[in-house]
């Protein structure tokens, strides 16, 4: 069982451009969340989704960010006119709504896409 | 709105020696999760533990055991016989039952002395 992957693993971009991120789930999770962590705090919730369903979107998620889960399997993460403030580590995560017990709603994580934004 | 607050922004601990990092979150949610991840210098968050709220017997995991006090609101994670690849950032997380996302504190980054 492989974990939750995430591609690249660094990016720098200059401002204005888009980039774009990708996450894999742990197979036959379900949800999948996407965090934004800035150095030296704690994680902060962008957006999850259910199967291919987005079902909440963070107020931190401007209209520049957008996220997609087309086939209920990989997702992307897109952000458009990069800005300095975007620089962080985006993290995925994912979870399975309670096909095992034990871990269900647990949600593990990838190793992250630092972002860098000259 | 949920919150979590993590008092001690650093600790440091010998090695072999048991170490408690505090957490206190406030919700008026009845049924939810708590947890506490772990993640290591430039590497990935990774769960240490969890607790269920409608549990009343603290989680234990090896060496990592918590104190859940669920009127008080609080969640302490116990380290004991520290090694030094304990050495990490420390995250106390919050999550609703039902697939809901995680909030988190601002973590205690603890260093283990050899």
Request: proline residues 4%; aromatic residues 12%; glycine residues 6%.
């Amino acid at each position: 069982d492989t974990g939750v992957s995430q591609d690249p693993r660094h990016k720098i971009t200059k401002r204005g451009q888009n980039v774009t991120f990708r996450c894999d789930p742990i197979s036959e999770h379900n949800r999948l969340y996407w965090y934004r962590q800035t150095l030296g705090q704690g994680p902060e919730f962008l957006t999850y989704f259910q199967n291919e369903a987005q079902l909440e979107k963070s107020r931190l998620l401007s209209d520049r960010f957008s996220a997609e889960r087309p086939k209920g399997s990989f997702s992307t993460l897109e952000i458009q006119r990069t800005e300095q403030g975007d620089s962080a580590m985006y993290l995925c995560a994912s979870s399975d709504s309670g096909t095992h017990w034990v871990t269900r709603e647990t949600q593990y994580f990838g190793p992250g896409t630092r972002l860098l934004v000259l | 709105a949920q919150t979590v607050t993590q008092s001690q922004p650093e600790m440091s601990v010998q090695e072999a020696e048991t170490v408690t990092l505090s957490c206190t979150y406030d919700t008026s949610e009845n049924n939810y999760y708590l947890f506490w991840y772990k993640q290591p210098p430039s590497r990935q968050m990774i769960l240490v533990i969890r607790q269920e709220a409608y549990k009343q017997q603290n989680a234990t995991e090896n060496r990592f055991s918590v104190n859940f006090q669920k009127a008080a609101k609080s969640f302490s994670l116990k380290i004991s016989d520290s090694q030094l690849g304990d050495t990490a950032m420390y995250f106390c997380a919050f999550m609703k039952i039902g697939g809901d996302k995680l909030t988190f504190g601002t973590g205690t980054r603890l260093a283990v002395r050899p």
